[in-house]
Nanobody, 129 residues
């Protein structure tokens, strides 16, 4: 059974940094696009970043609101993906999820939630002074 476990939650001051991790068990990440999503209080869940499957040189896609501040990476050998978040603002606060999109055809990752088959339970990020 696919299991995704996010970690790295925390409370930071504006301008601070956090690194989130998403570890997958019982299967290989090689065949999955991976996405990070977040849901802020009172808002819809939104895509933050995603990265293509099996592409060692993959350049992640980022939402405009986080581009230049967040960095997504994957370590397939460890079956883990990361989201390094720098210069955090209160607008970045929320519950962060990683998700997997099983890829059967050549296409890029996207922020369309319905494309993602497996979701973690989320890890909380709070940004406050």
């Amino acid at each position: 059974q696919v299991q995704l476990v996010e970690s790295g939650e925390g409370l930071v001051q504006p301008g601070g940094s956090l690194r989130l991790s998403c570890a997958a068990s019982e299967f290989s990440l090689d065949y999955y696009h991976i996405g990070w999503f977040r849901r802020a209080p009172g808002k819809e869940r939104e895509g933050v970043s995603c990265i293509n499957a099996r592409d060692r040189e993959a350049i992640p896609t980022y939402a405009p609101s986080v581009k230049g501040r967040f960095t997504m990476s994957r370590d397939n050998a460890k079956n883990t993906v990361y989201l390094q978040m720098n210069n955090l603002t209160p607008g970045d606060a929320g519950l962060y999820f990683c998700a997997l999109d099983r890829v059967y055809a050549v296409r890029p990752c996207a922020f369309t939630e319905s494309m993602y088959d497996h979701w973690g339970q989320g890890t909380q990020v709070d940004v406050s002074s």
